[in-house]
């Protein structure tokens, strides 16, 4: 099973996106055969077949073996990724482009659709790879805000310019600032 299943075709996410199917596709996080999913659903095997098959044919479950049920032969299918997401170009730019700057809500925007997409077409059965993510809050004050940016952006230009050389191996940076919404008591 893959971490990450990357949906960028309208057929998937109109096969994912039905209450029902998501409700399966979860059930079969572990290899499981209709009637299991169905018993626990409270479903008949039939209805869950249906929406099986449907998640099967999108590529998002798959037939991970067969028994023998009383002289039937019975699937057990299994979700192929443990996480599925979808693609913003499903849906397109709506609206007319605006001009972007590197400090737009916009430009932050299509810039993680671009990381997105390109976790997504990594090499997931690579032995290793080598990743880091990083994460935190701060606090700037607004007299302080360009003076915070102008920092940022002279410690990025050092990192550049220290590795930027044209050996080894080739990874791409991304440093996302904005707003964080404070939780209400």
């Known amino acids: 099973m893959r971490d990450v299943l990357y949906l960028d075709q309208i057929e998937q996410a109109e096969t994912l996106l039905k209450p029902q199917r998501i409700e399966v596709l979860r059930q079969l996080a572990e290899p499981r055969s209709c009637t299991e999913v169905a018993t626990r659903l409270d479903q008949t095997p039939q209805r869950v077949?249906?929406?099986?098959?449907r998640l099967v044919d999108a590529g998002l479950a798959t037939l991970v073996s067969e028994?023998?049920?009383?002289?039937?032969?019975?699937?057990?299918?299994?979700?192929?990724?443990?996480?599925?997401w979808l693609s913003p170009r499903l849906v397109g730019k709506v609206g007319l482009p605006k001009a972007r700057d590197e400090l737009s809500l916009g430009y932050l925007l299509d810039l993680m659709e671009d990381v997105q997409a390109d976790i997504a077409?990594?090499?997931r059965t690579a032995p290793e790879l080598p990743s880091i993510g990083v994460s935190g809050a701060i606090r700037v004050e607004p007299e302080r805000r360009q003076e915070f940016l102008a920092d940022l952006q002279n410690t990025l230009k050092d990192l550049f310019t220290r590795y930027g050389g044209a050996e080894g191996d080739a990874f791409k940076?991304?440093?996302?600032?904005?707003p964080k919404e404070e939780p209400h008591d």
């Open 173 to 178: 940076l991304v440093v996302a600032c904005y």
């Open 49 to 53: 077949y249906y929406h099986v098959k």
């Open 67 to 84: 028994r023998r049920v009383r002289g039937i032969a019975e699937g057990v299918y299994q979700a192929t990724a443990r996480s599925y």
């Open 121 to 123: 077409a990594l090499d």
